[in-house]
């Protein structure tokens, strides 16, 4: 596109960013695809981007980072420049405009929840907001009522009690941040409860214990001696009159014998076969 050909940035209403673009829209109505009606759609995107941004700070004060939103209106203005059709008569900004603002309400929709919720109960938090903004300003240094809240919004009660749990979803709060009006130090990560691992060993011991009082003594004392007393096995030999290796023998076949117990509780249990 030449310099001449570029769109004529000109005042219309009250916006300093709304070029006159309609011959180009015109031109690149009648363009094949290719390189050249790329190079025109960047040059109307480049055109109308300080309008996308325009529309983008509207959006500023809702917790978004700005830059972020004007990434969004980027994205929705290129969708407006290839959707528009200049021969259905009217003028791009009446088409571009909700469309940029349908895609960062898009974005705020389904990018900017901490917790996933309902499109209908986004909608109901977002009314419930606004009514309860409303009627801060003038109440007398109270909360409003949920039945004030609803007779404002025109909604029932029970959408009000689910619209205010959803205005505790748009943030997650992090793990990391200290417990609310704590001064310890002590974060909510600190709060949650953890798997003992203890409770394990327990079942463990519970499951085997029958089992091990069945044995023969000699087995359920090499037992004790090993994992109880921590002996070696050369010690418990030694201890018993027994070579290290027959100790080890013992050891591994009465471990198999306990278990196959505990995997077939019906069974009745058996003395494991003499070495």
């Given at each position: 596109m030449s310099s001449t050909d570029a769109p004529a940035r000109t005042r219309r209403g009250d916006f300093f960013d709304t070029p006159d673009t309609a011959a180009a829209f015109a031109r690149l109505a009648a363009l094949p695809e290719g390189e050249e009606k790329r190079r025109l759609c960047e040059e109307l995107v480049r055109a109308w981007l300080p309008m996308a941004k325009r529309l983008a700070l509207r959006f500023r004060d809702r917790g978004e980072n700005v830059e972020d939103l004007k990434q969004v209106a980027a994205l929705g203005l290129v969708k407006a420049v290839n959707g528009y059709d200049p021969k259905r008569g009217g003028a791009f900004e009446s088409y571009a405009v909700p469309t940029i603002i349908g895609e960062i309400k898009r974005h705020f929709r389904d990018c900017t929840w901490g917790v996933h919720v309902p499109r209908r109960v986004q909608e109901l938090r977002n009314k419930v907001r606004t009514a309860v903004r409303e009627l801060s300003v003038t109440?007398?240094?109270?909360?409003?009522?949920?039945?004030?809240?609803?007779?404002?919004?025109?909604?029932?009660?029970?959408?009000?009690?689910?619209?205010?749990?959803?205005?505790?979803?748009?943030?997650?709060?992090?793990?990391?941040?200290?417990?609310?009006?704590?001064?310890?130090?002590?974060?909510?990560q600190d709060t949650l409860g953890y798997t003992e691992a203890e409770y394990e060993l327990v079942t463990d011991r519970e499951a085997v214990k029958s089992h091990v009082r069945r044995l023969p003594d000699r087995e359920r004392r090499i037992l004790y001696l090993r994992y109880f007393c921590d002996m070696t096995q050369s010690r418990i030999g030694a201890e018993l009159g027994l070579s290290q290796m027959h100790v080890c023998r013992l050891i591994r076949r009465t471990c198999e014998h306990v278990r196959e117990q505990v995997d077939a509780p019906g069974t009745a249990p058996e003395s494991p076969a003499a070495a």
């Open positions: 109440a007398d240094d109270r909360s409003p009522s949920v039945a004030m809240i609803a007779a404002r919004a025109r909604l029932s009660e029970d959408d009000v009690l689910l619209g205010l749990e959803a205005l505790e979803s748009y943030r997650s709060l992090s793990l990391d941040a200290e417990r609310p009006g704590a001064d310890d130090g002590f974060t909510l």
